[in-house]
């Protein structure tokens, strides 16, 4: 299995412009998280879905985050308009969630800056 | 929030020599995990102790959980410059269903 694949590795944007991250898990996973990691506030739980559903979406952190998951082997983070201070590292992350929450498998990570 | 909170911040050992990092957690927990994180890199998983359990291994890593002072250990025997990572504890809540939650790590330097 390749693990978690995230796309973009690397975005650089100017402030105001739309940002599509991309995340597909494990293929048989069926929760998907998406976090954020920076130095001052280390790594926050944006939103999580499981079998596809959003469960809890209370890390995000305002209107202009928005994410989907269409479908089992993809979801999307979108920044719609980008600031500077939501430049960070986005790890999408995807877990086997039974009766009890096992471990997580990450990405390797975007890496976003806005200018 | 189950936050787990590292301690210590960094830690700079020499090769061949023990590293202890320390976690404490806030409220009562379903299971403890602990990642590595290298530089540029996703956290990778290492080691989960449930909380009916007090201690586990594997390999050089060896964890221990008191769930009466809400605090868990990582332990590296004989460290290598390959040890050289961020280290984090998270917690998932006594229902088990909640998401992992992360402290803000200890950051493990071992020199060669």
């Known amino acids: 299995d390749a693990g978690v694949i995230q796309s973009p590795r690397h975005e650089v944007t100017e402030m105001g412009q739309e940002v599509t991250l991309r995340c597909k898990p494990i293929?048989?996973?069926?929760?998907l998280f998406w976090y954020r990691q920076t130095m001052m506030r280390g790594l926050e739980l944006l939103i999580y879905?499981?079998?596809?559903?959003?469960?809890?979406d209370s890390g995000m952190p305002e209107d202009r985050f928005s994410a989907k998951m269409p479908n089992a082997s993809f979801s999307t983070l979108k920044i719609q308009p980008s600031e500077p201070r939501d430049s960070a590292v986005y790890f999408c992350?995807?877990?086997?969630?039974?009766?009890?929450?096992?471990?997580?498998?990450f990405g390797s990570g975007t890496q976003l800056s806005v200018l | 929030s189950q936050q787990g909170e590292e301690d210590p911040q960094a830690l700079s050992i020499q090769e061949g020599e023990n590293a202890t990092m320390n976690c404490s957690y806030k409220?009562?927990?379903?299971?403890l995990q602990w990642y590595r994180q290298n530089s540029g890199r996703g956290l990778v998983h290492l080691i989960l102790?449930?909380?009916?359990?007090r201690e586990k291994h594997s390999g050089r890593l060896r964890v221990t959980l008191d769930t009466s002072k809400k605090s868990s250990s990582l332990l590296i025997t004989a460290s290598r410059a390959a040890d050289t990572a961020s280290y984090f504890c998270?917690?998932?809540?006594?229902?088990?269903?909640?998401?992992?939650?992360f402290g803000k790590g200890t950051r493990l330097s071992v020199i060669a």
């Open positions: 998270a917690t998932v809540g006594l229902s088990g269903n909640t998401p992992l939650v």
């Open positions: 409220t009562s927990i379903n299971n």
């Open positions: 879905f499981n079998n596809n559903v959003p469960i809890d």
């Open positions: 293929s048989g996973h069926n929760s």
């Open positions: 992350a995807s877990s086997w969630t039974g009766r009890n929450n096992e471990k997580l498998f």
């Open positions: 102790i449930r909380s009916n359990e």
